[in-house]
């Protein structure tokens, strides 16, 4: 069974305590005073080398005491969080049996620990740090078999087989970061593993979502669609990307409630304690059986509400980019599923009314979710 996220996350977090300090008592969920000082400043060098110039991507950051204690006890929770909404928001579930899946930048295993909860099977972690596949296996507790891979190295060994899920979280961007040819590089990476998927696999990846990296990733994306690659999510689309061409960003949100530990550690380095953020990508080894049915979106924007109460979000469909709207008060039948709507949601839209601004629901739509 599928734990609940927020339940799920409050055990990681204990064992990632557990695991970085084994040899100390401490209270099981939290760090104590003098430990959240020193890792709330450990968490505010790595959080700064990982954004703006990005000094430290790229790096093995993972290999000093510093960067370890930033990414098992702040970053490890949101991958967490992360990779499990992207599973959710791709649609993407594991065959019978688990399947056979393929990670790569794997780190010390967020990514590997949320696909086990999601009930994918055999999974195959690869990462350039050797430490951080030992925290892997310690956490997974030995669930996961590793291996060591450069991702720079061309055709770097992979295990053999075909896959049904090929996983890289927080990794592609920081491959070839300062070269010209990094999206052609990164494009070839992407094609040569889609040779490994069996049909109906799929490759996922999720990357920051600040502006310059999403911005980077929607390149990655309209390369693979100029290639003919088949993206499954988040795109209705399959030409170029919509948002892309209007220089906004399309990004999705994973909603929580933060364990103790990164409610501690988000306060005493300040962080911002939005849902965290991330792009995601999904591409399939070949076009699914059925293609998105009418009407179907993804909406890539917060929701605004204007000065009589109607509320409207930007959606991302085979239209283009669309707002989507409701007035206060009606629609019964789709109310509920429109208040829990939220950025990185699909879904299908049928018997809306076309209004100057976009879409609106009336009392006649129907609204379902999608995929
Ligand atoms: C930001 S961490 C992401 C870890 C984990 N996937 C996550 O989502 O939290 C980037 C990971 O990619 C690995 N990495 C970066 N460049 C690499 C390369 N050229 N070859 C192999 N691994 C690399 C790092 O060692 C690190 O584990």
């Known amino acids: 069974m599928t734990p609940p996220l927020d339940a799920a996350l409050r055990g990681h977090t204990r064992a990632l305590l557990s695991l970085w300090r084994p040899d100390r008592a401490g209270p099981p969920d939290r760090l104590t005073h003098q430990e959240l000082r020193e890792v709330a400043q450990a968490?505010?060098?790595l959080s700064a080398g990982l954004s703006g110039e990005r000094t430290k991507a790229g790096r093995d950051y993972l290999g000093t005491e510093d960067g370890r204690t930033a990414y098992l006890l702040h970053f490890w929770p949101v991958s967490y969080a992360q990779t499990r909404a992207a599973l959710q928001l791709a649609g993407l579930r594991p065959p019978a049996g688990g399947g056979r899946v393929l990670e790569l930048g794997a780190g010390p295993g967020p990514g590997a620990m949320a696909l086990?909860?999601?009930g994918w099977g055999e999974l195959h972690c690869g990462d350039r740090n050797p430490d951080a596949l030992l925290s892997l296996r310690a956490l997974t507790r030995d669930r996961a078999s590793t291996f060591l891979w450069d991702g720079e190295a061309e055709g770097g060994a992979l295990p053999p087989?075909?896959?049904?899920?090929?996983?890289?979280s927080h990794v592609v961007s920081e491959l070839w970061k300062r070269a010209p040819d990094r999206i052609e590089r990164r494009l070839a990476t992407l094609q040569r593993l889609l040779g490994r998927l069996r049909p109906g696999g799929h490759l996922l990846l999720i990357e920051p979502a600040t502006h310059a990296l999403n911005a980077e990733l929607l390149t990655l994306r309209d390369a693979a669609a100029a290639a003919d690659l088949v993206?499954?999510?988040?795109?209705v689309p399959q030409g170029p990307c919509p948002a892309l061409a209007e220089g906004v960003a399309c990004h999705a949100?994973?909603?929580w409630t933060p364990p103790p530990l990164t409610e501690q550690l988000t306060r005493a380095a300040f962080i911002t304690k939005d849902a965290p953020a991330f792009s995601?990508?999904?591409l399939a080894a070949a076009p699914p059986p059925h293609a998105p049915p009418p009407g179907a979106i993804r909406v890539i924007s917060e929701r605004l509400t204007n000065k009589a109460g109607r509320e409207r979000v930007v959606t991302c469909g085979a239209e283009g980019r669309r707002s989507l709207s409701a007035a206060p008060g009606q629609g019964e039948s789709w109310r509920?599923?429109?208040?829990?709507?939220g950025r990185g949601d699909g879904l299908v839209v049928e018997g809306a009314e076309v209004r100057e601004?976009?879409?609106g629901l009336t009392a006649a739509s129907r609204v379902r979710p999608w995929p």
């Open 43 to 45: 968490v505010k060098r």
């Open 116 to 118: 086990l909860d999601e």
């Open 161 to 168: 087989g075909e896959l049904d899920l090929i996983f890289a």
């Open 231 to 235: 993206i499954t999510a988040p795109c």
């Open 253 to 255: 949100a994973t909603r």
């Open 280 to 282: 995601y990508l999904c």
């Open 336 to 341: 509920e599923a429109w208040r829990r709507l």
């Open 357 to 359: 601004t976009g879409l």
